[in-house]
């Protein structure tokens, strides 16, 4: 498991995959701002669930491809994707 599976995966971070892997300027990464209002569709979406789990080394595509939807806000998927993360790193030591 990767150092950011181990040591869990927040807001902060979940910013700067947004920022670094996908160009969003970090003043339009308002919590309440939709991830349709940023251009992404579900292409989008399955790139973000891709590159978080090269980062952590996790799948995490089961947990997330039915919640987190281009109607879910910057907030709450970044919380959607650290739930998944934890559940997953909990899985993984429980093996």
């Given at each position: 498991?990767?150092?950011?599976?181990?040591?869990?995966?927040d807001?902060?971070?979940?910013?700067?995959?947004?920022?670094?892997?996908?160009?969003?300027?970090a003043?339009?990464?308002?919590?309440?701002?939709?991830?349709?209002d940023?251009g992404?569709?579900?292409?989008a979406?399955?790139?973000?669930?891709?590159?978080?789990?090269e980062?952590?080394?996790?799948?995490?595509?089961?947990?997330?491809?039915?919640?987190?939807?281009?109607?879910t806000?910057?907030?709450?998927?970044?919380?959607?994707?650290?739930?998944?993360i934890?559940?997953?790193?909990?899985?993984?030591?429980?093996?």
């Amino acid at each position: 498991m990767s150092e950011v599976g181990a040591a869990g995966f927040d807001q902060q971070d979940f910013l700067k995959l947004l920022r670094d892997h996908f160009g969003i300027p970090a003043d339009t990464l308002e919590p309440h701002v939709k991830l349709v209002d940023l251009g992404w569709d579900s292409l989008a979406l399955l790139e973000m669930i891709v590159i978080v789990e090269e980062t952590t080394g996790l799948k995490l595509q089961e947990r997330l491809e039915n919640q987190v939807t281009a109607q879910t806000t910057v907030q709450d998927a970044g919380a959607m994707v650290s739930a998944a993360i934890a559940a997953a790193s909990t899985d993984m030591s429980a093996v």
